[in-house]
Nanobody, 127 residues
Framework: QVRLVESGGGLVQAGDSLRLSCAAS????????MGWFRQAPGKERKFVGA????????KYTDSVKGRFTISRDNAKNTVYLQMNNREPDDTAVYYC????????????????????WGQGTQVTVSS
């Protein structure tokens, strides 16, 4: 049974840093790209960033480039989202997801490319 469990969310002030974790089980984590998505209140869920299964490359949406960093520890089956210089617009429920395609060549950004999802963790940034 595939499980993705996010943790680390909470209330932070603008400018603060926060790191989210996502612990994976039930599939071969090291062979799948991992993505982070977020859903702000009243809005659709959107791509934040993703990391290649090798951990050697990542991709981000423009609004978080230079502020957010995704990393992974394949030995711990965990992917991380380091968020620096938080802004109020970063307030959202954050979801981690596993690309359904193993050993993929490119990092994919569409929700439909990701087959497994966590339950989400709320992050609120106060101004």
């Amino acid at each position: 049974q595939v499980r993705l469990v996010e943790s680390g969310g909470g209330l932070v002030q603008a400018g603060d840093s926060l790191r989210l974790s996502c612990a994976a089980s039930g599939f071969i984590f090291s062979k799948h790209a991992m993505g982070w998505f977020r859903q702000a209140p009243g809005k659709e869920r959107k791509f934040v960033g993703a990391i290649h299964w090798t951990g050697t490359s990542s991709k981000y949406t423009d609004s978080v480039k230079g502020r957010f960093t995704i990393s992974r520890d394949n030995a711990k089956n965990t992917v991380y989202l380091q968020m620096n210089n938080r802004e109020p617009d970063d307030t959202a429920v954050y979801y981690c997801a596993a690309d359904g395609l193993g050993l993929g060549y490119v990092i994919r950004v569409r929700e439909s490319d990701y087959d497994y999802w966590g339950q989400g963790t709320q992050v609120t940034v106060s101004s």
